[in-house]
């Protein structure tokens, strides 16, 4: 039923496919043997004019057929396509002609009746009108299933030949999962070690000057010692939670990104404006990315850009949510230092894009796209 509610449509389309098809003879005969002359060795790399036409005309092939065309179809692939087009082309062609010929034939019946002329020698009384309406209904019938078989097989030698193979597509996908697989191991690795690194360098050896100084103080009840002392221990709590929320923001469970990325601003040494556009949380997953984006960029800025100040923003955009840093640093950032490339494989776990641009004298803008939904 649905096909007969878009019965002129589906004319339309079988007819393009039909003209579609005659341009495409046309272009054969009057460019195939240059296409031919280049496919031959050493017969260049096929970038011609005549083989950009061939890839235009399959990808109007692919837009009226709704196929998404391979990015990588060369000129031999869209030309074969061209060649294999016209038998169709010729088959809705006929199909035509014979809905035409039908049309034109009930049309001529119905003038005989009204005028009560004779019809091919035969009157056309009520019985003769109806059975031939009945053989023209079976007829309408089959042409209407005849135009529907030309635009399926139309689509189907599209996906066949121009649309990218899912197999190369799947193998793809793979690669890009066990790449991003390894990128998580190796940032989790140099997570851990980055903390062992802290703890032992930081931390470890201001606990150490720390008893050192507790016991001199018993040594000689020196009260200033202990005054000392009790600095030193407030800067080494100090640490230590820096070293845990670098680690994991446990308030991120509690308070949402927002508040989390507050404290970001509160703690850093460069003046930080944090916009947060939500309607609601994102998931868990979502959250922990967008946070250690903002964290890293935030202290890269702080650290080697010479900012001055540094805007964060996180908005939704249809499923997607978008972090976008910007500071006023000096730039020349890297995407593929040890940081960036640390997020770069993180966002990457989530499906999501991180883009860097941080042309020399500044800005530097880090965009992250991760996926929501």
């Known amino acids: 039923m649905g096909h007969i509610v878009r019965f002129p449509l589906l004319l339309w389309e079988v007819l393009l496919g039909?003209?579609?098809a005659l341009a495409g003879l046309v272009f054969l005969v009057t460019c195939g043997p240059v296409l031919a002359w280049q496919a031959r060795p050493g017969g260049g790399s096929g970038t011609s004019k005549a083989g950009a036409l061939a890839v235009r005309m399959a990808r109007?092939?692919?837009r009226r057929l709704r196929v998404d065309m391979d990015e990588g179809a060369d000129a031999g692939r869209a030309t074969a396509y061209l060649a294999a087009r016209i038998p169709l082309g010729v088959l809705g062609g006929l199909v035509l002609s014979l809905l035409e010929l039908g049309a034109a034939n009930g049309i001529r019946l119905g003038w005989a009746w009204v005028r009560n002329e004779p019809f091919d020698g035969m009157l056309p009384t009520p019985p003769l009108i109806a059975?031939?309406?009945l053989i023209g209904i079976v007829l309408l019938f089959l042409e209407i299933s005849g135009l529907v078989g030309v635009r399926a097989v139309e689509r189907g030698l599209a996906r066949r030949m121009l649309a990218p193979d899912p197999t190369v597509a799947l193998r793809r996908r793979?690669?890009?999962l066990a790449e991003t697989r390894a990128g998580i191991v190796a940032a989790v690795d140099a997570e851990r070690r980055r903390i062992e690194r802290d703890l032992h360098d930081g931390l470890q050896q201001r606990l150490v000057a720390l008893s050192m100084l507790i016991g001199r103080a018993r040594r000689g009840g020196r009260t200033e010692l202990l005054a000392q002392a009790h600095e030193d221990a407030q800067?080494?709590?100090?640490?230590?939670r820096e070293v845990a929320w670098r680690a994991y923001p446990?308030?991120?469970d509690t308070l949402g990104l927002a508040d989390a990325l507050a404290g970001v601003a509160e703690r850093s040494s460069v003046p930080v404006h944090v916009r947060c556009d939500l309607a609601e949380r994102p998931p868990m997953a979502v959250e922990t990315a967008a946070y250690f984006v903002v964290s890293e960029s935030v202290t890269n800025a702080a650290k080697h850009?010479?900012?001055?100040?540094?805007?964060?923003?996180i908005r939704r955009e249809g499923t997607m949510?978008?972090?976008?840093?910007?500071?006023d640093g000096c730039g020349g950032a890297v995407p593929t230092g040890g940081g960036l490339s640390g997020l770069a494989r993180r966002v990457a776990a989530l499906d999501g894009r991180l883009g860097v641009d941080s042309p020399h004298g500044g800005p530097t803008v880090i965009t992250a796209e991760l996926p929501c939904g």
């Open 18 to 20: 039909t003209l579609s």
């Open 60 to 62: 109007f092939e692919a």
């Open 131 to 133: 059975y031939i309406g």
């Open 174 to 176: 793979i690669e890009e």
């Open 235 to 240: 800067r080494a709590l100090a640490e230590l």
């Open 250 to 252: 446990s308030g991120l």
């Open 305 to 313: 850009a010479a900012a001055t100040g540094v805007s964060v923003e």
């Open 321 to 327: 949510i978008v972090v976008r840093i910007e500071d």
